[in-house]
């Protein structure tokens, strides 16, 4: 896929490694807000991100993240 194609991201989340049961657009934006994620102090989350077309065609998963809330 080429940068002319890209019709933006998409970024997966989820408590569970390689489970993402929430999903976001981004848009062609390089960075997202996830609000409202109602998370409890020491808790973890996951996050994979994919690109997408204009015609809807997507990317597989990027590497998972993991980030731990303090």
């Not at 993402?20 to 109602?38: C, K």
């Amino acid at each position: 896929m080429s940068p002319s194609e890209i019709g933006g991201y998409r970024v997966y989340y989820g408590t569970s490694s390689g489970t993402y049961l929430d999903s976001i657009e981004a848009g062609t934006a390089t960075s997202v807000l996830v609000s409202d994620l109602n998370l409890p102090a020491n808790d973890t989350y996951y996050v994979s991100v994919t690109v997408f077309t204009d015609g809807g065609l997507e990317s597989g998963r990027s590497n998972e993240l993991e980030i731990h809330v303090r």
